[in-house]
């Protein structure tokens, strides 16, 4: 029973195009996260949203969207694809508490042509 | 401005010895760190953690050691098996509680290697 999921796995398209990476947790946790991890290795926050808040939104292009249906979903959509958004991206999950166990997806490797 | 690294891109250990793995950070506020490890094609998983008012936590043959006025924090896992192997990465986070809302500060990794 996977706990974070994300969809799809590999995503190969054309600069300039739309696309949208899915994540789901069933874990019951009420913060879930987005994270991209660049060409040198560093996971690197993007967005948080706790019971479908944005509480965090970091230093990203406009053209990243995070949306939050529900407490167990957070999708990610990217408009206008750039080279430099070829990345691993991961979607992690965390129960409000003093500490910041983070549960992550498998993540979902962007190739950006 | 990284403000948590990881200076050894790799490690290589024999099965049986210690390995430890090194984090540095600046900032002065971080007030708990944590330890991944990722297997190729995986998500990292949580491993250990320990608070800025610990020097030292343990679970089972995995160690973390904090010193915070040299800002540095290590991971000793002994003895190291072949199925270590695998990327660690070390986080921090910086505020306490849940208004934090959980943003961990990651390094870039480093690759451990146990040979059998």
């Known amino acids: 029973d996977t706990a974070v999921s994300q969809t799809p796995k590999y995503l190969v398209t054309q600069m300039g195009n739309d696309k949208s990476i899915k994540c789901e947790q069933n874990l019951g946790h009420d913060t879930m996260y987005w994270y991209k991890q660049d060409s040198k290795k560093f996971l690197k926050i993007m967005f948080s949203?706790?019971?479908?808040?944005?509480?965090i939104n970091e230093t990203v292009p406009n053209r990243f969207s995070p949306k939050s249906p529900d407490k167990a979903h957070l999708n990610l959509h990217i408009n206008s694809l750039e080279l430099g958004d070829s990345a691993v991206y991961f979607c992690?999950?965390?129960?409000?508490?003093?500490?910041?166990?983070?549960?992550f997806g498998p993540g979902t490797r962007l190739t950006v042509l | 401005d990284q403000q948590v690294k990881q200076n050894s891109p790799s490690l290589s250990v024999q099965e049986g010895r210690i390995s430890i793995l090194n984090c540095d950070y600046t900032n002065s506020m971080f007030d708990y760190f944590l330890w991944y490890k990722k297997y190729p094609a995986e998500g990292p998983t949580f491993l250990i953690s320990i608070s800025s008012i610990k020097d030292k936590n343990e679970d089972g043959r995995f160690t973390v050691f904090l010193n915070k006025s040299a800002k540095h924090l290590s991971l000793h896992i002994v003895p190291s098996q072949p199925g270590d192997s695998a990327v660690y990465f070390c986080a921090a986070r910086r505020g306490a509680g849940g208004t934090s809302y959980g943003k961990l500060t990651f390094g870039q990794g480093t690759i451990l290697t146990v040979h059998p």
């Open positions: 992690a999950s965390r129960v409000s508490s003093v500490t910041d166990t983070q549960y």
């Open positions: 949203y706790n019971n479908k808040e944005l509480i």
